[in-house]
């Protein structure tokens, strides 16, 4: 039903994972390719981290939890990718990395990251986030507007359906997804001097 | 209304581009990355041809009109890519490259491709179809699983919505793009011995 | 889920029914009320023949299978309605009614009772058709463009989504129904000469 | 586009008018009929109180700008129906009415509304609101939610699609609407003993 693409079956899957449709719309709509440079967080399964890896020059995921770390080290050596890190460090202190081109977020306070992400963005970077919850979204895209750092904000929602082409006929299916998040991105003014202060950074690179 | 992203924003646009909620689809579904080489067939403006040229590491497009061959040139001229090549060429004929990791059409009749598609693409490759009707979709998918050189094909659909994030409150946009096209995909089978008979090709790289 | 309202709930269910946002869709798109005598057919569990029985002055539904049959007057029994009739009658034979609002279909093969309900719509009155299928769909559409005898046909399909509430936020439910299936209508013209020779005619109202 | 049934085409529009998905599911999501009685809030220009009084035995329809009532008097006139009353009146002051099956909401701040709903009702009526923002859901919801006088209240929303059948093929429209409102619902316990206060009514019936 999900239809991984091969990339993506060769991975453990943990409890929740970013499906296709919804990786295809970070890259979609950000336009990330081989020359950029990501920042991820929250990687979960990795999934999200090993699609950007697929696609991009250089991943770089933050994962606070060991446990889920382990795991996507185990995707990343099952995955082949050889142009992925994992940071065993709490992206809510900060991000060290500079001039990135995305910074990824899948986490339940991205909001909290935004001002982390004005520093480690390039000029016309973006950020993204993937939020089940319309409060969530709110928050998120109150914060990005408050750091006047950014071009307008923009929310999207993808309702895939597959469809079913058989002897009967054509149709949709009947039972399937019906959500799994609203997608936030914004893009970092081209011309910005940053202005606001960040938190200390902390975070050792594994 | 479309959210294109900073690549296709350079581009100059034809008649009819494919939005990124459909190449986000492509990208997603068929696990392209750095290392895949795509044949693309219907250029068009070049918006696919260009945001696969932008995650893949080459892209050849064929395309027989030759003002939409210029119009592609223009474009890749606009963007930067150098890993694209504009064939002016009719893709119905045949494609000579081998070992393709994808074959990207978007073409009224992609049906017609899906002989010289088995012959160019590597096992475990894609062919993908934009489609807009259900009767080219159900012709494209007949024609696949006639090869018998394909795993079973599947077909999506992509609604995709703007959420309003605004003082007077949080909705999805009043009105926008409800249908676009089905997006069509078949994985070549992983140990196949092409079967199919192929017409005799033409063609000349530009 | 299903959300089924008081009425629905009374009733026994068989394999399939129709659901409530499809009856409304048939309710709205029609306009029928209480003062119309409507003729449904393909009683099933008499779901949509019920719903409409709870709106109209008066409905007969034509059900040829005997065992359906008896679950509809069982289901009508349970409804407390009185102003329902089952017709162990075979609708592809004909119908017997003259003036009728609204001839609603739930069968697979609806285009051929279009040349029935013709005869059996007053100026002004509807036929609807629920359709699982694409080729269902075109087949009643050019069915009911052939005749002559009514405006435009249009075809619509209702995608719905519950909206949880919760402590942890705002947001669609996560699975459901992608699909049940098309709705098409297409309303007799005002002033129209029936002028489509119609077969014999059968049936016993029970 | 939006296939007004033969009784809405009649009516004059006012700026803002409910169509016929969302007129659906209320008929279908309450289960209103030949029977019942309604009381209706935010006439507008009487789409929605016009189409409950010709499937309902009667409706009341509140509207406190003088304006509104007229073309909702107007829009009467033009559908012909008896049995329904406007009533130049506040519904935030409160409802006279008793025994109502379905109180009808199409107010921005119906959550507002709700104290007056629950004395209203019957026991096993509806009430029912049509909300364009998210949280107008949520405080609709929790209102509903803390007088303790309602079923599990439920939210759905409606997106609608056109189907169009063509020489060219099948397909969904391109463009169209992608959003009206969330429409949420609470049924009236069955037995329950009114516990909420309610403050003093005015209001006068035309």
Chains 1, 2, 3, 4 share one sequence.
Do not use: W
Not at 20 to 37: E, H, M, Q, Y
Not at 73 to 84: A, C, F, V
């Amino acid at each position: 039903m999900y239809r991984l693409n091969p990339l993506l079956r060769k991975l453990k899957r943990g409890p929740q994972v970013i499906l296709p449709k919804d990786l295809g719309v970070i890259l979609a709509f950000t336009g990330v390719g081989k020359k950029s440079v990501v920042v991820d967080a929250g990687a979960g399964s990795g999934f999200l981290a090993l699609s950007l890896a697929n696609v991009c020059k250089k991943v770089i995921t933050y994962e606070r939890r060991e446990e889920f770390a382990e795991l996507v080290k185990k995707n990343i050596s099952r995955s082949g990718l050889k142009n992925i890190k994992v940071k065993i460090a709490d992206v809510f202190e900060g991000i060290v990395e500079r001039d990135v081109d995305l910074v990824s977020l899948d986490l339940a306070e991205s909001d909290r990251v935004v001002c982390h992400a004005v520093q480690a963005l390039r000029a016309g970077g973006f950020v993204s986030a993937y939020l089940p919850h319309a409060e969530q979204v709110k928050k998120f895209v109150d914060t990005v507007k408050a750091t006047n750092e950014f071009e307008e904000p923009f929310v999207v929602e993808c309702i895939m359906r597959e469809i079913l082409v058989r002897e009967e006929g054509f149709r949709p299916e009947t039972k399937g997804l019906l959500h799994t998040a609203y997608l936030a991105f914004a893009r970092k003014k081209e011309n910005t001097s940053a202005g606001v202060p960040e938190p200390g950074l902390k975070g050792s690179q594994s």
